[in-house]
């Protein structure tokens, strides 16, 4: 099965995907598990969408996530290209024997994951800083009802973007 992806209101709705003032580097975009990753268009914040398919800088990350029950797959490292970052995540959703219903990729970027303690409540973010995408899964997560949202894990690719 390839990877596509599709940009949708309810995904929309659950998630969080780009800021577009943020940084005019920052790109993302959302994968389900249909078709090929190569028809991806995703976000583009500065709007020209002519940025390389392949890095020779290690610029790109993702998330990948099932709803019920909640479980988050992040890449641990950044990769030099958004097909890398989604395979490597993909691969660790069947790694840990989950079906996962989205990976969302990002260039110079950050991810994060907020939850309540017995996961009945989440929230799923990709925005241009860690602040940003810190701020925006805990309110998912409270948007949501949670109580006691706490994050779980954020990842920034570069890892510069971490300091």
Same mark, same amino acid.
């Given at each position: 099965?390839?990877? %596509?992806?599709?940009?949708?209101?309810?995904?929309?709705? +659950?998630?969080?995907?780009?800021?577009?003032?943020? /940084?005019?580097?920052?790109?993302?975009?959302?994968?389900?598990?249909?078709?090929?990753?190569? *028809?991806?268009? @995703?976000?583009?914040?500065? @709007? &020209?969408?002519?940025?390389?398919?392949?890095?020779?800088?290690? %610029?790109?990350?993702?998330?990948?996530?099932?709803?019920?029950?909640?479980?988050? /797959?992040?890449?641990?490292?950044?990769?030099?290209?958004?097909?890398?970052?989604?395979?490597?995540?993909?691969?660790?959703?069947?790694?840990?024997?989950? #079906? !996962?219903? *989205?990976?969302?990729?990002?260039?110079?970027? !950050?991810?994060?994951?907020?939850?309540?303690?017995?996961?009945?409540?989440? &929230? +799923? /973010? +990709?925005?241009?800083?860690?602040? *940003?995408?810190?701020?925006?899964?805990?309110?998912?997560? #409270?948007?949501? @009802?949670?109580? &006691?949202?706490?994050?779980? *894990? %954020?990842?920034?690719?570069? #890892? #510069?973007?971490?300091?």
């Amino acid at each position: 099965m390839k990877p %596509i992806l599709l940009m949708t209101a309810l995904v929309m709705s +659950v998630i969080s995907v780009g800021s577009a003032q943020a /940084s005019e580097d920052f790109q993302s975009g959302v994968v389900t598990p249909n078709q090929p990753i190569g *028809e991806a268009s @995703g976000t583009d914040a500065d @709007g &020209g969408g002519d940025h390389p398919k392949t890095s020779d800088k290690l %610029i790109y990350g993702a998330i990948g996530f099932k709803k019920d029950p909640f479980f988050v /797959s992040f890449t641990r490292k950044p990769l030099s290209s958004k097909e890398a970052a989604v395979e490597v995540t993909w691969n660790d959703c069947k790694k840990n024997r989950v #079906e !996962c219903d *989205e990976v969302i990729w990002f260039q110079y970027g !950050c991810s994060a994951a907020a939850m309540t303690p017995w996961a009945s409540h989440y &929230g +799923v /973010s +990709v925005k241009a800083t860690p602040s *940003e995408a810190r701020q925006d899964a805990l309110k998912q997560c #409270e948007d949501q @009802g949670g109580k &006691g949202c706490k994050l779980r *894990e %954020i990842f920034c690719a570069p #890892e #510069e973007l971490n300091k």
